[in-house]
């Protein structure tokens, strides 16, 4: 079993119970805060000891240049790198003229709690001062889901074994120092201090600051503001520099008599509006916050969680581990995304500077789907922020002669970020991987609004791109050379079995949805001509097969490649993209990350149940899992072809991979699709949920160690739940229409009120499939959880 | 016609008549002298107005970092760049106190001769200065071949329509301020200044500079000496400064009196002799010079030329300007080699910084051959530099997981110095080339000793590497995966067919020359059962054919890939690479350069002559011949299937590459490989010259242009004289022993004294193949030559 012996399991929070200074940048991640516009990382209050100092906004980004030692057509000149922007959870404290710091002194207790009902993270403190005062400190952050330039903190410090002067100092930081953002020399000077005063100002408990990114030029303004509650307390007042603010407050305080703070903050940012306009927004939204006071903001915040988990929530029965880990990703999707509004969903969230903070495509393949069935609403906002960089892909599908739209690989603004053509540019599929969420929103939503509104368009871009990217064969064969799919161990090949079936949807789902829009298909002049040239492509697309091995190849002549010689890779030599070059590994057949096992299950419709056992138990061997994306589509094909116990154990590296840091990079952020991959090893996994053409399905099945699975799924504003043991699988919706849902294959009208018991039918699975030497998953047992 | 008027066509000479301020650029590097060690571009003696000053040492270098955005495993850290020494070239002049500079006053007469027979660079000049003085201005420039360290000037200033009073300025100039090195702003930076003061002496009409290359480390000392022959004229000494000498002689000379000097310059440089020890090199060689004396270093020049000349011509009748063209080709080849001395050559020879003075594949497959047979001393010692750099190669063979050595793409010392992976470390077939000099160094000379000083250390090594790159399949035959070939257009490719025949030949002559030295062989450890693989894996060798289209694709699926749209491709769109993306390039059929009619020359005993014309067809119309490399091996094949006109096109291409500036880039260094190609296209073109397995055969066919081509090709120590025209050819030995040749395929055994006279069958050639829309290679017709 994997250890994390820092956190309790718990079915609602994830609990700290001693301070570990080697796991602090790992509990930075974990514990931040987010509303998918602020992000905080889980700093301490008084901002040291600290792993990685961390604020973002989401989108506030610093231009850096990409060098190249031999540049080449097509490589952007310059990237996106996300900043830390103005610190304001910074609340410092003085016990008798001595600075509450945990690295001296005595340290007696020591608690944090992720509530992941209230939506908020508590810390407890007691400590003994150097000079031999104690005191007791709690905070509670918040990081509101409702107001969404909003956080505030309640915080609270209480001498224990008698009287103490106490000076607390809350600030607001600009260019906080931190460790070297970039190896590369020339990024990092960029990066260092990259805000740039525009205006300070200062007023009773309040401050403002205005500053602009040097070389991106956006603005940003960071406000707060205080309400102090202690009898004995005094306001210094308010100080305000270029770089940071400071209001200061003093109290004797008896023993056990508390000074309790409430600091409120505000951020605004902006690429167009001017100095005054951020000012006002920032200066609006602070007293917003005061006026509904930290219990109306608590309330808030509870309230909105609620909701959420009403339509979201996953119950496992059997294994609190999962049970904790898969609500604790929940959250973390939620924060990634909730008020995003029209930004990206980062790959790391705002919980850190990993990636840049830039979205991928896992945004589209493993985020959206858990967002279209659980908070709809934020699928389709990132789904518009896509649509917003369309521009910027039809500019570079031109710089690439391609027609239609091609998306950036990796990027905050739309603007290709990626420097490694083979892993970027070449990765095409993540236009098919946009086209495939639009068509999930559409099926999910019924909105027929944001059909017209963005999915046509992104739709006809993307399959317009197809058609110039892939041709017609002197056999009339549709075929896509020279493309990367999504394993990195890999690229550059011909007919990559993933790609070319996404883009046949693609091209299948452009055709139905311009059939429903005829005029918005007019205005984007879609001809009857350019119609059936699609159809004819998607029905001629090649997917090879190998038939003398029985299987798919990932792309053309994957098989015929030498195997990898997995006996004499030392467990140290992972990830190999450490230890070999791109050109052992292209070469060879390894597989960094489900890539003809994603196709599998996301173009399942495509393939035999037999071809599905075969073809994965084939790529079994030879996939190492370098990716935090893998474990969790290994799960749910294992699910599928009935090796349940193999699901389980995937089940486990997915949902603990950031709880127990199990890529060792939490540090950076954590891995916000593979959370969302714990709910689709679940949902897809064993609950063998499928939406292909638009028809939700479901083969539920249990591993021996679970007794019970329950889920929702959002569906055209309906609620199903679904919940099954090892025998049965009920199926009910509260209100509203019929649905029709197929259970193994069979129709079933799931009526409102009246819930559907049916059978379970048995599998019989065949041997189980083995892994590469050394890369078999741990077997996962459910944990003997104690009582705390 | 291609034109370049500038340049007179003339057997012996390349005669520039005009000053041309666009063409500066281009005629310092055409003009360059060199001898392998010492390299100085064609600048004007008193330094400005220049377009790239340039002296260069054979392997003195400044080490600059390479940037990655995106890294990887094996990618190298830091690359090496030719710099500009201390420039000994300079030699100011006053007149009158005012500048001898050609951008002011009038100049009435410009001309500069480069000498092949004499090896130097003769310049006249009459100038009347602002003031209204003329002067003429000659001098003669050499960079001793007889002495490697040593060059020297003739120079002599006459004052024409009355007495002038002349102050000339000899000196030595080190960091040179010149045009920005490099794009990269880091790397210019570390280029700008490289050099560091350690040492500088000045005495009577002598000075010395010693300084150190700043990350690199390497010690330069230059020094010059001066000898000054007019009546009344007075040196007034010399001066040293750190980054500067200076000899200053004056003279007040009647009209018509002439002013003498000859100025010897002396280099030395080492990465670890002392700084005394380089002190004494340099001082010993300025004595050394000038006890030779200049007319002592002229003898020496041509008597040097004379043997090279009378072992290495090729006379071409009928065609002046490709007459001029090869023999100017064929020195510059020497230039770059005669006195390598273990040292690399480099693409551009010493004559420009361009590839940052790196040497490539080039060496070992374009100017090994024509040295092989034309100045095999200097070929065997360019084999020994390769050689010495073997220890590096199998350190980067180790970090890239490969058994034996992995020679580097380009470089100066042996380190790799690629930044691009996928056109360089994928490139292994540089180590097949290697192999392939080494096994025609051998046959050609019959030297044992070298065999057992390097031959089969370096084949055994080559073969390594291919039986740990390649493998063997289920059926037992051997692939090697993931390779790119000569065409740069295409990478990462499977079973590329010039590669694996390359390595076929590499493993069968690493089997045959172990056989020769079987105690050589146990000091490598070369069992019996790795022979046996050897052979195993060259008799199963992949070699795709593409049945259905009756062609070899270059590598497996390339012709399955989609054609190229010439059509739509503008032609101010070429060279391709510079406006389409790689990913466009590699999934498409569009060749840069020849790789499988590479093949087709190198390896033409794999192939039937219906399967060359059939491949040859086939790429003619997808090959841009964006490479120098292109057109002289297309040429070769043109002739060999008989498509003899347009062979004749592809002669006048490469053969002018650099006199007619075709690929717009002979600023930067001439195309040392493509001059070579000249040779190439000639003898092994219309020539039908061929060494498969040691066996020189002979195929000779004129196009209708050309009235009679001879040539000479050593051969054991003897000369073998090939003349022909379009009836019949000449085999002739002078002395030695009896040559046995091949004849279109039959023995022919040329006994000396005794000419062997042969017809020439006729031939019947298909229709002439097409090229790409818009890449058609120029017409050629024999220039009409008008005497000057």
């Known amino acids: ?102 690295r001296y002194g005595q340290l007696h207790r020591h608690e944090r709690v992720l509530d992941l009902r209230e939506g908020v993270l508590r810390r407890t403190t007691l400590w ?48 906080e120092p931190g460790p070297q953002a970039s190896d590369d020399p020339r990024a990092a000077a960029v990066l260092e201090a990259p805000l740039v005063s525009e205006e300070h100002a200062a007023e009773d408990a309040r401050a403002l600051l205005i500053h602009r990114v040097k070389r991106s030029g956006l603005r940003i303004g960071a406000g707060m503001d205080h309400v102090i509650d202690g009898s004995r307390s005094e306001l210094i007042g308010t100080r305000s520099y270029e770089d940071s603010a400071r209001t200061t407050v003093t109290s004797q305080l008896a023993a056990g008599e508390p000074l309790r703070i409430v600091k409120f903050l505000a951020y605004g940012w902006s690429s167009e509006r001017s100095q005054p306009a951020i000012r006002a927004q920032v200066e609006a939204a602070l007293i917003a916050a ?78 959206l789907p858990v967002l279209a069935y659980t ?85 006809v871009n993307t399959a317009r791109l197809w058609m110039s990217l892939g041709a017609f064969d002197g056999d009339g064969r549709f075929h896509i050379d020279g493309v990367t799919g999504p394993d990195e161990y890999s690229a550059i090949a011909d007919n990559n079995v993933y790609t070319n079936l996404m883009a046949q949807r693609n091209l299948r789902g452009a055709q139905a949805l311009v059939a429903r829009h005829p005029d918005r298909a007019r205005d984007l002049e879609v001809s009857t001509e350019e119609l059936r040239e699609w159809g004819r492509a998607a029905d001629a697309m090649v997917v090879p097969y190998d038939e003398r091995r029985g299987v798919h190849p990932q792309a053309e ?47 399942g419709d495509a393939f035999t149940p037999e071809e599905k056992a075969r073809d994965f138990a084939y790529y079994e061997g030879i996939t190492v899992r370098d990716s935090s994306l893998s474990a969790c589509i290994q799960s749910v094909i294992a699910a599928e072809v009935g090796q349940l116990d193999l699901a389980y154990d995937y089940l486990g590296e997915a949902a603990l991979m950031d709880l127990a840091d199990l890529e060792h990079n939490t540090r950076d952020g954590v891995h916000v699709a593979s959370l969302a991959g714990a709910w689709i090893a679940l949902v897809s996994g064993f609950g063998g949920m ?66 559907v018991r049916l059978d379970i039918p048995p599998i019989t699975a065949g041997p189980r499939p083995s892994q590469p030497a050394g890369r078999v998953p741990l077997h996962r047992e459910p944990p003997q959880v104690e009582p705390e």
């Open 1 to 102: 079993m994997i250890k994390h012996p820092s956190y309790l399991v718990e079915p609602w929070s994830i609990k700290e119970t001693s301070l570990d200074f080697g796991m602090m940048a790992q509990c930075e991640s974990l514990f931040a805060l987010a509303n998918g516009h602020i992000g905080m990382r889980g700093n301490l209050d008084e901002g040291e000891p600290h792993a990685l100092p961390g604020t973002y906004l989401n989108s506030v980004y610093e231009l850096r240049p990409l060098p190249y030692a031999e540049a080449g057509y097509g490589y952007p000149a310059s990237a996106q790198s996300v900043i830390n922007v103005t610190n304001g959870k910074l609340i410092r404290l003085l016990v008798d003229d001595e600075p509450f710091d945990l």
């Open 128 to 175: 003994t001062s150097p000079a031999g005062r104690t005191v007791e400190v709690r905070s509670t952050r918040l990081v509101s889901f409702a107001y969404r330039s909003i956080a505030a903190i309640a915080y609270e410090v209480r001498p224990i074994d008698g009287p103490a002067q106490v000076v607390v100092q809350s600030e607001l930081v600009a260019n």
């Open 290 to 367: 005061r006026a509904t006071g930290w219990k109306g903001l608590c309330d808030a915040q509870r309230e909105y969680l609620d909701e959420f988990w009403a339509r979201a929530d996953v119950e496992v029965e059997g294994d609190d581990e999962v049970q904790q880990a898969v609500r604790f990703g929940l959250f973390h999707v939620l924060q990634a995304s909730a008020r995003a509004e029209r930004r990206p969903i980062p790959a790391k969230g705002l919980t850190g500077p990993g990636y840049d903070g830039h979205a991928f495509w896992d945004t589209e393949t493993f985020v």
């Open 375 to 459: 908070n709809p609403e934020a699928s389709a906002d990132a789904l518009r922020w896509r649509y917003a960089t369309l521009p910027i892909a039809q500019r570079r599908a031109q710089e690439l002669h391609l027609k239609g739209a091609a998306f950036a690989w990796r990027t905050i603004t739309g603007e290709e970020c990626s420097a490694y053509w083979p892993a970027g540019t070449a990765a095409y599929h993540i236009n098919a991987d946009i086209a495939d969420a639009v068509i999930r929103q559409l099926d999910v939503t019924g909105d027929a609004d944001l059909a017209r509104e963005i999915g046509v368009e992104l739709l």
């Open 557 to 603: 002549r994957f098989t015929d490649h030498s195997p990898w010689d997995f006996e004499n890779t030392p467990p140290e030599h992972y990830p190999l993209m450490l230890y070999y070059s791109y050109g052992d590994l292209y070469r060879t057949q390894v597989v960094k990350q489900a890539d003809l096992v994603l196709a599998l299950f996301l173009r």
């Open 690 to 755: 499928r939406d292909h053409n638009g028809q939700l399905s479901f083969a539920p099945r249990l591993p021996e160690a679970l007794q019970r699975l329950t889920f929702r799924l959002c569906w055209r504003r309906q609620t199903l739940h679904v919940s099954f043991d090892h025998e049965s699988v009920s199926y009910e919706v509260r209100e509203g229409m019929p649905l029709r849902i197929l259970h193994f294959g069979e129709t079933v009208d799931v009526k409102p009120g009246a819930p």
